[in-house]
C-alpha cells in the first residue's frame, strides 16, 4: 500500500533533484529519505528513481507517480482542513428525524440555539414516530431521533444512546359544554388566558369517561390509551384516529368525543372550544433523543443533543 507520506517525499525529492536537498526541505536526514523511497519502491514493485551521483532522476514509473501524487496530496489536505471544521463545528451537517409535536415545540428552540452557536452546522428535519424513527436512525437514515416511550418498553432503545428530555403527562381533552367540563371547583382559574386557550378543568377517574365516544392518535398512542382504559375495566369505543393533533381537538370541540393528549402536543396547538381534565391514573411518556454510539461522538450530533437537552429544560 502506498502511503501518503512516502509520496510527500517523492514529490520534494523529484522537486529538489537529490536526496540530501529534500532532507533540508523536509527537516529529517539524507538516510531517512533514502529509507522512505526504498519503501515506496517496494510498495510500487518497481524503481522509481535512478541515482546519478549526487544527483537523481525519476524513473518512466516515478514520473507517473509524481504526476498522481500531486492530486492525491491536495485531496488529502482539502479532506483533512474538512475534517477539522466538522471537528471543530465550523462545518458539518446532522440529519434529525422527530414526532410532530416534538418538531412544533423542542426542535425550533434546539436548533435556533445550534445555528447561534455553531453556523456552519446545517440540520435537516424530517418526521417520523417511534418505533419508525429509531428503525430510521439505525438503518443509517438519519444521525439523531426525537422520540417517545410509553412505560415497559425500556429494552426497545438497548443498543442506542438516550438521551432523556423530559416526563409528558397525558392530559383529557374534552368539550367546553361537556358534563366534566367544570369538574372542580374554580376549574380555569389562573389557566386557559388568552384568546383561543384551553381551560383546565379538575381531576377525574378515567372510568368517568368509559361510556364516551374516543378521539385516538397515533399508533403507539392509541395502544397506550386502550391499555390505560382496560386496566380501568373498560375499552374505549375510538369513533376517530388521527395523527393530526389540530384534528383532535377540531373533532372534541365539535362535541364528537373526548380524547387523552400529551401537554406537549396541547403546546403546539391553537385548543379551542375545549377544556383539558387531569385524568387518574396519570399516564406519562418519557421524550427522549436518541442516536448511535459511534454518532454521539461526533461533534455536531453531540452539539445537537445538548441543544435539544436545555430547549427541554425551558
Known amino acids: 500500500m502506498i502511503e501518503a507520506r512516502h509520496l510527500r517525499v517523492l514529490r520534494t525529492v523529484a522537486a529538489t533533484g537529490s536526496f540530501s536537498a529534500a532532507a533540508r526541505e523536509l527537516g529529517c536526514t539524507q538516510p531517512a529519505v533514502s529509507q ?79 445555528r447561534a452557536a455553531h453556523p456552519g452546522t446545517r440540520v435537516s428535519l424530517v418526521e417520523a414516530e417511534p418505533p419508525a424513527s429509531a428503525v430510521m436512525l439505525r438503518e443509517g437514515d438519519c444521525d439523531v431521533a426525537l422520540a417517545f416511550r410509553y412505560g415497559g418498553s425500556a429494552a426497545e432503545w438497548d443498543d442506542l444512546v438516550v438521551r432523556p428530555l ?56 392509541r395502544k397506550q390509551l386502550v391499555d390505560a382504559c382496560e386496566e380501568s375495566g373498560f375499552t374505549p369505543r375510538i369513533d376517530f384516529a388521527t395523527d393530526d393533533y389540530p384534528a383532535v381537538i377540531g373533532l372534541v370541540a365539535a362535541g364528537l368525543g373526548v380524547a387523552m393528549l400529551p401537554e406537549l402536543a396541547l403546546e403546539a396547538v391553537r385548543p379551542r372550544g375545549v ?40
Open 275 to 314: 377544556r383539558t381534565l387531569t385524568v387518574e391514573p396519570s399516564v406519562h411518556r418519557e421524550i427522549v433523543a436518541l442516536t448511535l454510539p459511534d454518532l454521539a461522538q461526533v461533534p455536531a450530533v453531540a452539539a445537537t443533543l445538548d441543544q435539544l437537552v436545555l430547549a427541554a429544560a425551558r
Open 166 to 221: 423530559l416526563v409528558d403527562r397525558l392530559v383529557g381533552v374534552v368539550p367546553e359544554g361537556h358534563r366534566l367540563a367544570g369538574a372542580s371547583e374554580g376549574a380555569g382559574e389562573g389557566e386557559g388566558e388568552g384568546e383561543g386557550a384551553s381551560e383546565r378543568a379538575g381531576t377525574v377517574a378515567i372510568g368517568e369517561l368509559a361510556d364516551e365516544p374516543w378521539i385516538a392518535g397515533c399508533p403507539r398512542c
Open 36 to 114: 522512505q523511497m526504498k519503501a515506496l519502491e517496494a510498495s510500487a514493485g518497481t524503481p522509481l528513481i535512478v541515482r546519478t551521483g549526487r544527483e537523481t532522476r525519476l524513473t518512466e514509473a516515478g514520473e507517473v507517480l509524481v504526476r498522481h501524487a500531486t492530486g492525491i496530496l491536495a485531496g488529502l489536505t482539502a479532506a483533512e482542513e474538512e475534517m477539522a471544521a466538522i471537528a471543530g463545528l465550523r462545518a458539518g451537517r446532522v440529519r434529525l428525524v422527530s414526532f410532530p409535536s416534538g418538531s412544533s415545540t423542542l426542535v425550533p428552540t434546539a436548533l435556533a440555539a445550534l
